[in-house]
């Protein structure tokens, strides 16, 4: 029922 | 030159057990601050950041930051070597592309030096800022670990919900439903069996076990986890290396679709 996020959609790179 | 000498030898093979799982090769960070290494998974899902600070080493040179690739499967069999009471130095010249590992017995009567390839790695590190987060869990880690392991034989995911009453971890499967509800608990001998809620905003979340299970490789680092959610943020795990440094866990949320 659910997708799997990345932590690129919350965190940009530095 | 790089050299870093940690008395407590098996804080670093337990650093080296609880990120290799998660993580094949990465590259530590070497300043004046410390030792440490932020690195994802390689579908980009979790994130481990370790962090030993320099005052935790009973002798730390590192004369510029730089940036030493490891692999790190063979970092951990190099340091199964050295004994649970050993002393281990971590050694690299400027410019060399190997590292030493150098193990002492306490009673100095065996000495061992460990050389290994490093590798060049290209890494991105993300920005992660500093948040206040919704709601904070702190329990025991041994509880954690038991609790993610026993859900994982139901179902995949957990949906972690934080409300005034406790703290909710719900699963379900082919073959049914689990909920385990751990409530604050700070009425207890010790400090460290006690369950400790902090919610501003009650947080609900659901994450996949098989990462979870994999941080809790860092259960022998410490008797207390702390899980840090904000709604339609990663969680943070952290276990804390003593008063040295910690390792850290972050893992993004499963998104209704």
């Known amino acids: ?14 | 030159m790089l050299e870093l000498r940690l008395v407590q030898g098996s804080l670093l093979k337990k650093v080296l057990e609880a990120i290799k799982d998660l993580v094949n090769e990465a590259n530590f960070d070497c300043s004046s601050t410390g030792f440490s290494l932020q690195a994802m998974d390689s579908s980009h899902v979790a994130l481990v950041a370790l962090m030993l600070r320099s005052e935790g080493f009973e002798h730390y040179r590192c004369d510029r930051t730089i940036s030493i690739g490891m692999n790190l499967t063979n970092m951990a069999k190099m340091l199964k070597c050295a004994g649970n009471d050993d002393i281990i130095t971590i050694k690299a010249d400027d410019g060399s592309d190997t590292v030493t590992f150098m193990f002492e017995s306490p009673s100095q009567d065996k000495i061992s030096d460990f050389e290994m390839k490093l590798m060049e790695i290209d890494s991105e590190h993300l920005g992660i800022p500093d948040t206040e987060y919704q709601s904070s869990i702190k329990m025991p880690s041994q509880e954690f670990l038991r609790i993610c392991k026993d859900l994982s034989s139901i179902g995949d995911t957990v949906m972690i919900s934080v409300t005034k009453d406790g703290v909710k971890f719900t699963t379900s499967g082919d073959i049914g439903t689990a909920n385990i509800v751990c409530r604050q608990n700070t009425s207890v001998d010790e400090p460290e069996n006690a369950t400790e809620i902090k919610m501003q905003e009650p947080v609900s979340l659901t994450f996949a076990l098989r990462y979870l299970n994999s941080f809790t490789k860092a259960t022998p680092l410490a008797n207390i986890v702390t899980l840090s959610m904000s709604a339609d943020l990663p969680i943070v795990v952290e276990y804390k290396i003593g008063d040295m440094g910690y390792v850290r866990y972050y893992l993004a949320p499963k998104i209704e679709e």
Not at chain 1, 4 to 13: D, I, R, V
């Open chain 1, 1 to 14: 029922y659910s997708n799997q996020s990345t932590l690129s959609s919350f965190y940009g790179t530095r």
